[in-house]
Structures are given as structure tokens and as C-alpha cells.
């Protein structure tokens, strides 16, 4: 019988208890051993959710308080001057200070970067190491989490992030340096994990190495080889995991690392399980990753069953089971789902019950009797032909699109002309990405609206009033180009999803994007159209409370498919398409309506991408023909922007110029910058707006930092394509922090007018 193991489970807990509890202790209602108990409880139940599906052999770090690779860089000792109080000591405000640039002690300083983890939107912070780096064991917060689980009763599995994957993670800072070169110093601390773990009883260690799922050249390769053999021999087997893609390429070099067991990813990919059982000799574990990690749809066990029995039967008790990837990706439990119709419910399976189809299908592997799973998969089957997933109207629509469909009127050049005569900015004009300060006030009008306690006139007037204060605060400090404030808006997917037609929504179906923020992302389940309009009636409102421009705010077809639980039984070209028809209708709504600068967001852009870049172009292609089939149905006056964040661009950037959007508005405060080369090295074509300050962080940004900035981007790109704005939207973030940021933003923007031109 396999062994059932997971490689991670949400740590944020059913209800979002660990987002509540580490707010609280910023805020200071929470003591830090008050969060420390509120943590330890969290991962009891964390553990006895996955014991209860059936898992046996369960993760352990997987935990964290803000992000894994941060926990890891606390670990290694790879911690940054500024971050580090005059003691030196290392505890959890270091990490805080690390993550978002201030803890309940310690200094408020610029934060690390914060980036993508991989194709998800998961993000990490990213490691900053410079040459001739130091490493040392100094946080040993997982030693204490395993002795909690097996205190429980639990047989445990810690995790550790690779430590090349670490090292290919990070960001070198200072002179130039092979981050490479550093392995050696590295391993060491490796080792000492690896060795207490041991004392402890530890039997299994997973190192994750998901870089094997990248075209690696042969350094890495040669690395992780170095990285194994060194590894090996601390008293603990080693599995190797690898997810998100496939690592056939890489098979032959796998069989020949110095591990125990291999994880791999059967869902992301397709992969030759003959292939992958001759590479992998019998002697080693072969971990088959068969339940989609990052998806909520319940798997079709009988399909499974017939793809993987062959394998099971030959390879015995060397073989387990457990999901593609951690489960980090999805909600905690479908049971808490009490407002889901039947059909639709049967259709899901969230983190805990992905365990129980991993222990449903060993019971059918065991006994070779497959009524079970083939009942349990009966719902999936019928999902394919349902008729509230189907609209042939929809089919249609996006069968007749063509080239020109996903074309502006004119050239940039001719459309940027007529838009300095229509809108009529000054040189670095002033914006911000879109959201203000969503207030308590806000989301509990939004609740009560929903819950019916509130009526609609009653709700209206109560938005209403709020786009009015963020308007007057707009105008207060004096930016050029507003916007409405989305106060409407529980989230920039979420609300247009309730909008759409072919999308459901959960209760409880919280997912982690960053340290506490947590996004409840809607379920595709069908064919998407637009019914009626999203957003014109609150943005035409605001437009009748200024003379200055008011921004249209739509998020875009890219991001809306990746931020959302997508369907898997359709391609994601053709799902983008639809979505893109839908907010065409929407653009050209707005641009009826009388406004003239309309924004569709996609900071999803890149992280949509295969991680292989042989398959980036076909992605690109796809991904930016939809963005303009979205944008391309205004005149040329009609000025489009879109918003990209913490995304790198150098590999990416001639297709980005492909979105053609007239102005593109992104990250760059963290990195000083230096996102820019990219624009600058390509000769980006169109208008700019690079973020001159951190939203992530509740620390006010002075004039002459953002000054500072600006001079340096003024180097890369000609001023007169320069705008101004925050790094993201400001909907975390509380209003005097706000207001104080955008007053000195406005007079460095002002300030550098005099100076630039």
C-alpha cells in the first residue's frame, strides 16, 4: 500500500486566523507569546485536518508567519544590516522587518523585494545576498514545530526550501557576483538542520527544488548534484521535490542525486510515467503527484486509477502519493461551504478533502475494487456536459474574433498626439493605481448590503459618500488624473466575477498572496459573458463630482483567469478571450459614458507564463492579444492604461510593448528602479509610470527619496513619457499614511516639473 504524504498545507487557517492574529500583534492588541499560542493552535488544527483526510505522513515548516523563503533566510542567517536590531538578535520582528519594513520593534526601513513565487501568485520575499556572504544557523523556529507535531502523535516530514532553489531565488546586491559561488558557505547550515532533525527522530526531510521544473543551464544542474552529495548522510532520508512543471529533460541527471525519494508533479504537465519509472531506479522512492495542488476541481480518481495502477502494482512500497504541489494554493475546507448549490459543490475539492481523494484512490490501488472512485468521480465526469457550463452564444463570439479585433485604431503616435490635446496634463502627471483605504466602515456596509440588512438606496447613498471623500481627499492634495476609490469593490477579481456570468463565489475560500493578505478567488466554472455594466455607474458618478479626469478601473482578462480558480476542462486562450469580450463591452461603455482614461490592470501578466521559456512565446502572444481585444474598441483619444507589479520585464518586454496599452503604470520603488533597464534597453515605445513608493509598507515615503527616484528614471526614459504614482493600489493601506505619501508625492512630482524640463 503507498504511503499518503502532502508536501504543504494553508497555513492561514479555515477562517483566516493567522492573518488575524499577526495584524493584531502589529497593531499591538496581541502580545508576541499571545501570537506565538494563537500559532501553535492554528497548526494543531492544520495537522489534525490532514490526519483526519487520511494523510499519514505530514509536512512540517510549512508553516510560516509571513512567507517560506523568508522563514528560510531568518534560518541561514542571510538577514540585511537595515533589518537588524543593535543587538543583533534574530526573532520574528526581524522577519516582520524583513517583510514589510516595520515590527512591533526594531526600525521602519525599506523592506525586501517582494516577487512572485514561481507561475503562482503566491508571493515571497526575496533574499538579499551580496559577495563573500556569511551564513549561520539562526532561527530554529522549525525544530520547535516538529517536536509540537510529534508531541501530537503525528509522524512527520519537514520541508525545506532547496538550497539552490534558494540561491536561485535571491537577488545579488552590491558588486557582481556568481550567487552560485556562495553554495558552499550555504550547505553547512544545511547540514546542521539536517543533523538535529535527525536527533529528533526525524526519518524523512523534503527538500523542495522546484527550479528543476526551469531550463536550467548546466551551473545549476551541477549544483544541485554538489548540493545532494553533500546533503546526504545527516541521518535522514531525502525526498527531492519538484512541481509546477515537468523535469523530464532532467530525469537522467534526477536518478543520479544523492536521495532517497522524488516527488514529481503528474498534474502541471504532461510526463511519461514508463519514462519517469525507468529513469528512477526501484531503490529510490517515487512520490506520484496526482491531485492538482493549485486547482479546487475534485479529481477524477478513475482516470488516475488507470493511468498510475500499472506503476503502483510494479513499484509496491516504493511508491507514494500526495498532491501535484503544497496545498498552499487552495482554500482549507469545502465542508464550511454551506451556500454552494449541490451540483456546483460536487464539482470541488479543497485541501482537505484532496487528501481524502489521495487515501479514497490508495483504498482502490490496494484492492483493485474501483466502485468507490468511480462513484466519487461520477460529478466530474457530468460537469463536461452540463448546461450552465456551456453558452453557445459565448462559443460564438469568441470563434468570429480576428486579428483586427485585437488592434487600436491608429499607432501610438498618433493616438498619444490626440490625447495631449483632449486630456491636457502637465509634464509627470499624478495618479494612483486605483483602490483608497477600505475602511471598516466600507466593508461593513459591503456586508451588511450583502447579507440584506442594508438596502440598496441605503448602500448607494453610503459609496456614494465615500467616492465623494476620496475625491475631495484627491483634489486636497492636488493629483491630475483621479479616481472613483473602489469602495464598491471586495477585491479587483472577486468583484468583477459577481458581475460576470459563468463564475461562483465561496465563503471561505481564503488563499495566502502575501505575508497577512489573503484573496478569495471566484470559481470559472462556465462560459463568461457580461450581462449588464460593472462599473460605469460609479465611475460616471465620480466624474460628476470633479472637472479633473477620473480613471475607468477594470482589472484584465489575464488577471481575472489566473486570480481565479479556472476551469480545467477548457484551454486558457479561449477562456481569456471570453473574458476580454466581456470587458470590451465594458471599455466601450465607459468611453460612452464621457470618460477618457480607463485603466485595465494586469499584474498577472507574467506570472500566467510557463516556467519554460521555449513556451513562453505562444503564452505572450495569446496573453497580450487578449489584453487588446479588451482595450481596442475605444477611439484613439481614449487614453488605456494598464498596471503591472512585481513582475521582472527584462525577458518580457517586446511583449509587453505588445499589449499596446498608451500607458503602463508598474513596481519599481523596492528595486530602486531598477526595473527600468528593461524600458530602457528596449527602447519601450509608450508612456510610463513608474511607482515611487512601497504600498506594502506603512511607512510614509519622504520628497526627496521619491525625488530621487524620479531622477533616476528621468535617465532611462525621456520625462515627457514619465508618470507619477504609488507602486500599487492603496486599499491596505489607512488613510493618514495616505494622505501624507500622496501630499509628498504630488510636491516631488511639482518640484521636478520646475527642475526637469
Known amino acids: 500500500m503507498a504511503t499518503i504524504h502532502n508536501l504543504g498545507f494553508p497555513r492561514v487557517g479555515k477562517r483566516r486566523e493567522l492573518k488575524h492574529a499577526v495584524e493584531a500583534y502589529w497593531a499591538g492588541d496581541l502580545s508576541r507569546t499571545e501570537l506565538f499560542v494563537k500559532g501553535q493552535a492554528i497548526r494543531a488544527q492544520n495537522w489534525a485536518l490532514q490526519a483526519s483526510a487520511g494523510i ?62 514561481f507561475n503562482t501568485n503566491y508571493h515571497y520575499i526575496v533574499p538579499e545576498l551580496h559577495a563573500g556572504q556569511e551564513f549561520a544557523l539562526t532561527y530554529t523556529e522549525l525544530f520547535e514545530q516538529v517536536a509540537e507535531a510529534q508531541a501530537l502523535g503525528h509522524q512527520v516530514k519537514p520541508v525545506l526550501v532547496g538550497p539552490v532553489t534558494y540561491l536561485y531565488l535571491a537577488k545579488g546586491v552590491g558588486e557582481e557576483f556568481d550567487k552560485l559561488s556562495l553554495l558552499e558557505k550555504l550547505l553547512p547550515v544545511y547540514q546542521q538542520v539536517l543533523t538535529k532533525l535527525a536527533s529528533m527522530g526525524v526519518d524523512w526531510v523534503q527538500i523542495d527544488e522546484p527550479i528543476l521544473a526551469l531550463e536550467l543551464n548546466e551551473a545549476y544542474l551541477t549544483a544541485l548534484s554538489k548540493s545532494f552529495n553533500v546533503l546526504q548522510g545527516q541521518g535522514v532520508k531525502l525526498l527531492l521535490a519538484t512541481y509546477f512543471g515537468s523535469v523530464t529533460q532532467y530525469l537522467p541527471q534526477i536518478a543520479q542525486l544523492a536521495v532517497d525519494g522524488v516527488h514529481l508533479d503528474l498534474v502541471a504537465e504532461p510526463q511519461s510515467l514508463d519514462t519517469i519509472s525507468q529513469a528512477i531506479g526501484v531503490d529510490k522512492v517515487l512520490s506520484l503527484g496526482v491531485v492538482n495542488g493549485r486547482n479546487i476541481w475534485r479529481a477524477d480518481l478513475s482516470a488516475v486509477y488507470e493511468k498510475i495502477n500499472a506503476l503502483v502494482t510494479k513499484r509496491a512500497e516504493q511508491i507514494w502519493l500526495a498532491p501535484s504541489c503544497s496545498l498552499l494554493h487552495c482554500p ?94 502637465p509634464l509627470l502627471p499624478t ?9 471598516q466602515v466600507i466593508r461593513q456596509a459591503r456586508r451588511d448590503y450583502k447579507a440584506g440588512y442594508l438596502a440598496f438606496a441605503d448602500y448607494e447613498a453610503q459609496m456614494k459618500a465615500e467616492i465623494r471623500y476620496a475625491i475631495e481627499e484627491q483634489e486636497a492634495v492636488d493629483l491630475d488624473v483621479l479616481v472613483h476609490g473602489e469602495a464598491e469593490r471586495n477585491d ?15 465563503q471561505y475560500g481564503w488563499v495566502q498572496s502575501y505575508g497577512t493578505r489573503c484573496v478569495k478567488p471566484p470559481v470559472i466554472y462556465g462560459d463568461i459573458s457580461r450581462s449588464k455594466p460593472m462599473t460605469v455607474q460609479w465611475t460616471t458618478y465620480a466624474q460628476s463630482q470633479t472637472n479633473k479626469h477620473i480613471k475607468g478601473m477594470l482589472t484584465g482578462p489575464v488577471t481575472i483567469l489566473f486570480w481565479s480558480f479556472s476551469r480545467d476542462d477548457l484551454d486558457k486562450p479561449t477562456i481569456a478571450n471570453q473574458i476580454a469580450l466581456a470587458l470590451r463591452d465594458e471599455v466601450v461603455d465607459l468611453e460612452r459614458a464621457g470618460i477618457q482614461i480607463i485603466q485595465i490592470d494586469e499584474p498577472a501578466f507574467r506570472e500566467g507564463m510557463p516556467l519554460k521559456a521555449s513556451q513562453w512565446q505562444e503564452y505572450l502572444a495569446w496573453a497580450a492579444y487578449a489584453f487588446r481585444v479588451s482595450a481596442s474598441g475605444v477611439k484613439d483619444e481614449t487614453q488605456i492604461h494598464t498596471h503591472m507589479c512585481y513582475s521582472e520585464f527584462n525577458d518580457i518586454i517586446d511583449s509587453i510593448a505588445d499589449m499596446d496599452a498608451d500607458v503602463i503604470t508598474i513596481e519599481t520603488s523596492r528595486s530602486n528602479m531598477d526595473l527600468l533597464n528593461a524600458f530602457e534597453e528596449f527602447a519601450y515605445p509608450n508612456d510610463i509610470g513608474p511607482g515611487v513608493y512601497d504600498i506594502h509598507t506603512p511607512n510614509v515615503p519622504q520628497v526627496q527619496w521619491m525625488k530621487g527616484l524620479i531622477h533616476t528614471a528621468a535617465k532611462k526614459i525621456p520625462v515627457q513619457r514619465l508618470w507619477v504614482n504609488p507602486d500599487c493600489g492603496l486599499k491596505t493601506r489607512a488613510w493618514p499614511e495616505t494622505r501624507e505619501a500622496l501630499k509628498n508625492m504630488v510636491q516631488a512630482a511639482k518640484e521636478l516639473r520646475q527642475e526637469l524640463r
Request: proline content about 3%.
Open 431 to 439: 495618479t494612483t493605481i486605483g483602490s483608497f483605504p477600505q475602511t
Open 332 to 425: 482549507v475546507d469545502l465542508a464550511q461551504e454551506q451556500k454552494l448549490d449541490p451540483e456546483l459543490k460536487s464539482w470541488l475539492a479543497f485541501a482537505k478533502q484532496k487528501g481524502s481523494e489521495l487515501a479514497l484512490l490508495n483504498t482502490a490501488l490496494q484492492t483493485g475494487d474501483t466502485q468507490a472512485i468511480n462513484q466519487y468521480s461520477a460529478p466530474v465526469k457530468a460537469r463536461l456536459t452540463s448546461a450552465r457550463v456551456n453558452n453557445k452564444e459565448v462559443q460564438q463570439r469568441v470563434a468570429a474574433l480576428t486579428t483586427a479585433d485585437g488592434q487600436r485604431h491608429s499607432s501610438f503616435n498618433v493616438r498619444i498626439a490626440a490625447q495631449h490635446v483632449a486630456l491636457q496634463l
Open 56 to 117: 499519514e505522513l505530514l509536512p512540517v515548516g510549512d508553516f510560516a508567519w509571513y512567507d517560506h523563503v523568508l522563514a528560510t533566510s531568518l534560518m541561514v542567517g542571510a538577514i540585511p544590516k537595515r533589518h537588524q536590531d543593535d543587538n543583533e538578535t534574530v526573532d520574528i520582528d526581524t522577519l516582520f522587518r524583513m517583510g514589510r519594513g516595520r515590527a512591533p520593534t526594531g526600525c521602519a526601513c525599506a523592506a525586501s523585494d517582494m516577487t512572485k513565487w
Open 492 to 506: 479587483m477579481v472577486e468583484y468583477f466575477g459577481e458581475l460576470l456570468e459563468g463564475f461562483a463565489f465561496t
